[in-house]
């Protein structure tokens, strides 16, 4: 996969979750604007400072992290 350069994640912003570009719209609010069945043309006029490559982006780290699982640890 390549480098994902859009997605920034702060702290002191939005609690820390995953941003698009360091504005105020989550990874999250994109990804369920898409599966609510908005177009990305719809996502594009509601955040006209977005750009396509920010919804492309924002599915592929959904993705990514969709794909990860948590390994437990022993209590040893």
Known sequence: MKP??????????????PCIRGIRVTVGTVV???ASGHSREDILRLYP????????????????????????????
């Open 4 to 17: 994902l350069t859009r997605i920034t994640s702060n702290s002191q912003m939005m609690g820390g979750r």
């Open 32 to 34: 369920g604007l898409v």
């Open 49 to 76: 400072y977005l750009e396509p490559e920010d919804i492309s982006e924002a599915l592929a780290y959904a993705a990514w992290r969709s794909d990860e699982f948590e390994v437990p640890l022993s209590s040893k």
